[in-house]
């Protein structure tokens, strides 16, 4: 199955999820779909404030609390392989916050391909929030 097209059958329920998360105190500053150009797969990258002081040291505790936000939802069609999470202060959402910024209570879908940001290559990016 074409990655790029997997992608689009799951924005929304990604979409509802970052709103989920925000209901639950875990406010993404950075949500986006990113596709990983070498492997041809697509990860959901969220990184949170609330989520910092989780990672890397205790990652799993981290997934955990978004995992137990998904399942709330319902959704059958986003899981925990699906998601990647980083810190705040990471090189990858720091400079995709330079190139597209919104405010931290926005949701958008912003959508950029074959660009250089600091170094890193972006093929394909969804960007949802950028705060």
Known sequence: MDQEALVESKVDTAI???????????????AAWYLYDDANEWRLLIASLALDPLLPKQEPLAYRKV????????????????????????????????????GPDTITRADCQDNMLNGIFVKHVIVLRSA
């Open 67 to 102: 995992v137990d936000v998904l399942s709330q939802s319902g959704s059958a069609s986003l899981g925990v392989s699906d998601l990647k999470l980083l810190a705040t202060t990471d090189k990858l959402t720091t400079s995709l916050r330079m190139l597209i910024g919104t």
């Open 16 to 30: 509802d999820l970052v709103r989920r998360l925000d209901a639950a105190g875990l406010k993404p500053k950075f």
